[in-house]
């Protein structure tokens, strides 16, 4: 059949030419190597063919964007041959009818909206018609990394490396999580980059994602940072810390920090190829639930209660995620999908 890629579009922030920053479909980017708006793509398995859909600028926006390099070429840059009018879409997969046509799922509202437009669906219905097999076939593809992309993503780690160098240039004590945060914004920016999800900047650890926390940093506070920055190319990284505001931390926060670095050591040490990644986060899990009873904050059988999932209140999100175009990579496939 045929395999139907939606990029993204603008996103208006307040009126139409006012957007947010555009970030472009991390599958679309993947596959087809092209950062801009208003395209979509089809690989027609049956014909061969690889086609973009998209139009250049008017000459009414060329006045506000300058010259532009013709679509055509970036296409050619990407080793892709065929352009056709946006408007040429419909046509395409009006006459695809017969075929199986294969989609990721829609993860923007203006995404469901084209599916169901193109294939002549109910917006509730698109659901329904995401191709598994498409899904199973992204995931299988991105998920291993050439070296490339290893690269990319090592590019990233070095710009979210000098983001929190620059967070912690100064005595936290007293600053504002929002000023740090700028501190870090300022770094990626220089260096042509952006988050690659929004920043979490708080003293309560237990809650992470309520936004930069608004209130000076007190002493005896522990701040979690866990952000992370874009490479050149769109791929992510992803790094957390707790940072013990005014520079030492006291000997309950030592007792805490000192068990999750045994386990972050211990899973290091461990990871291999051929190895399980689950079997590693529950020896991760078994350490934390070891070192939480030896200063008692929990009791009863260690094993018992890693298999029973008690770590969880403690440990909620796991001992880590894939890394990619995404910072939880291709998590708009699906949790269950990936990894």
């Known amino acids: 059949g ?14 139409e030419d006012n957007p947010f920053d555009f970030r472009q479909d991390s599958s679309f980017l993947y596959f087809f190597g092209l950062d801009l708006p208003g395209l979509a793509a ?18 009414e926006m060329t006045v ?28 395409y997969v009006d006459q695809a009818k017969s075929k199986k046509i294969h989609f990721l799922p829609p993860y923007r509202a203006d995404q469901t909206l084209m599916l169901s437009e193109l294939l002549k669906l109910a917006p509730a219905q698109v659901a329904e018609r995401v191709s598994r097999a498409l899904i199973d ?7 291993i990394k050439s070296d490339e992309e290893v690269a990319e993503i090592e590019k990233a780690l070095v710009i ?13 004590e007293n600053q504002r999580p929002p000023a740090i945060a700028g501190r870090m914004a300022a770094i990626a920016a220089s260096r042509g980059s952006a988050w690659s999800f929004a920043p979490i900047l708080t003293p309560h650890g237990d809650i992470l994602h309520g936004g930069l926390h608004p209130d000076p940093l007190q002493d005896g506070d522990l701040l979690v940072v866990d952000v992370g920055a874009e490479s050149p190319e769109g791929y992510a990284s992803d790094i957390t810390r707790t940072l013990p ?44 639930c070891r070192g939480l009873k030896e200063i008692g904050l929990m009791r009863g059988d260690v094993d018992e209660a890693v ?9 909620p999100h796991g001992l880590g995620h894939m890394l990619g175009l995404d910072a939880h990579d291709m998590e708009a496939l699906g949790e269950d999908a990936v990894g």
């Open 245 to 288: 505001v005014v520079g030492r931390f006291d000997s309950r926060q030592r007792e805490l920090y000192t068990i999750v670095l045994e386990a972050q050591r211990t899973a290091i040490d461990a990871i291999a190829p051929g190895k399980r990644f689950l079997d590693i986060h529950r020896e991760a899990a078994t350490i934390i």
């Open 2 to 15: 045929i395999l139907l890629f939606l990029g993204n579009d603008e996103s208006p922030m307040n009126y």
């Open 137 to 143: 076939a992204v995931v299988d593809q991105r998920s």
């Open 42 to 59: 089809i690989i027609d398995i049956d014909q061969g063919r690889e086609i973009i859909f998209g139009d250049d600028i008017s000459v």
């Open 160 to 172: 979210c490396a000098a983001m929190f160098q620059a967070a912690t240039a100064a005595r936290l």
């Open 307 to 315: 298999a029973e999932g008690a770590h969880a209140l403690f440990f």
């Open 64 to 91: 506000w964007m300058g010259p532009q390099q013709p679509l055509m070429e970036k296409c050619e840059l990407a080793g892709i041959k065929e352009l056709l009018p946006y408007s040429k879409l419909q046509d």
